[in-house]
């Protein structure tokens, strides 16, 4: 017959939870308390094993200490400070955690109200992200339901040296947590940092709308460098004034800088074309409705309608990121990317490689989930944006 836990065990982590009972935040304070109390609740605990023996000889210093409750990965025998414990595994009801959850209890009892969308693609989905105590907590999902909940924080308090704090759900397909895991490990701020912006991006994907959905459209190239139908980059400043018509007004630039071209709602950049001492059109510049661009790009389009235009590999939300190319470096031509979303504004620029050896891009400004205006340019030639 199994000795029942002594009364200090029962005491000292029974009535420890964070905040509230089942709160959904999980601050390291919290984290460091608990830690603090179940490493005094030990010393009233007989260890079952011999931890020289479950040593791992790869780990030296480090020790599997086996008690009723579970196991205890520890750098002495027993751990006298919390600071020792590296992770506790938990697998009978009799320990509860900071939050007050205990092994046997179900979802529900362990999320409170916490709801977790039964319908998300991803594996990962996360609850909750907190910038003030820097942390997180997400749920993992697969195929047969939710498999395992996790709160990530960290104790900046020392930033010399910042511990991470991790509490693990282990649940089974009934429902159930079948087993409660927390780990202290050392970190830094800029690993807190990185893990806090990526569980906001994930939260991201999760609550915004996509701004970009995968299609099968082919790359942006050079015979996308037209508009209204017509070439434009690199065509003679005479053809382009017969279909655009004549301009409101003809500009000269200082320095050399050429001459520009302006239209009710669109700017067009002249330069010469230095094999044949041409005039050409170097950029232009569109924030008026009435011009239609690259594939039909036109000021007031939609985000998602700008986007499936060109070629998408993969979902964009308002994060924001690298759209594609598959087979493409980052930033080499072909290439295409959205940058990420801020007050409300973001742009999308895809570059492409000419036959003359010219890189040509296209800069689509977005606000408030339209296009407001579109660049096309040679690079290092961008058209003035007439204001």
């Avoid at 969308?117 to 909750?128: F, I």
């Avoid at 669109?266 to 009435?290: H, N």
Wanted: hydrophobic share 40%.
């Amino acid at each position: 017959m199994r000795r029942k836990l002594p009364a200090l065990l029962m005491t000292a982590l029974l009535l420890i939870p964070i905040r509230g009972a089942l709160g959904q935040e999980y601050h390291a304070q919290a984290a460091v308390n608990w830690m603090e109390e179940f490493t005094r609740a030990l010393a009233a605990l007989s260890i079952v094993n011999d931890p020289a023996q479950t040593a791992d000889p790869s780990r030296p210093g480090e020790y599997l200490i086996e008690y009723e409750f579970g196991t205890v990965l520890a750098r002495s025998v027993p751990p006298s400070l919390a600071e020792d414990i590296l992770e506790i595994d938990v697998r009978t009801s009799q320990v509860t955690d900071c939050r007050g959850v205990r092994v046997g209890m179900t979802l529900d009892e362990a999320l409170g109200s916490t709801q977790i969308p039964s319908s998300a693609e991803s594996q990962l989905v996360v609850l909750n992200t907190q910038e003030s105590g820097m942390g997180w907590s997400w749920a993992y999902v697969g195929e047969q339901g939710l498999y395992g909940l996790e709160w990530i924080t960290y104790d900046m308090t020392d930033a010399a040296a910042v511990r991470e704090y991790t509490l693990t759900y282990v649940v089974g397909e009934d429902g159930v947590i079948h087993a409660i895991r927390m780990k202290a490990a050392d970190s830094t701020q800029a690993q807190a940092e990185a893990g806090v912006r990526t569980a906001q991006e994930i939260a991201g994907r999760q609550l915004g709308e996509a701004l970009a959905i995968p299609n099968g459209e082919i790359l942006f190239s050079e015979e996308d460098l037209q508009i209204l139908g017509h070439p434009a980059l690199g065509t003679p400043v005479y053809e382009l004034v017969s279909w655009l018509g004549e301009p409101v007004e003809v500009q000269t630039l200082p320095a050399g800088g050429g001459r520009i071209l302006l239209y009710e709602g669109a700017v067009v950049q002249l330069g010469l074309e230095e094999q044949t001492g041409e005039e050409i059109v170097w950029g232009l510049s569109v924030s008026g409705q009435d011009i239609a661009g690259p594939r039909g790009l036109t000021v007031g389009m939609s985000v998602q309608e700008a986007t499936s235009l060109f070629r998408c590999d993969e979902e964009l939300y308002a994060s924001g990121g690298t759209l594609y190319m598959e087979g493409e470096a980052r930033g080499e031509p072909p290439s295409g990317e959205m940058t990420a979303l801020q007050n409300g504004e973001a742009t999308l620029r895809y570059a492409c490689m000419t036959a003359s050896g010219r890189i040509a891009q296209l800069d689509v400004g977005l606000q408030e989930n339209q296009v407001v205006y579109w660049h096309l340019f040679y690079e290092g030639k961008e058209a003035e944006d007439g204001n």
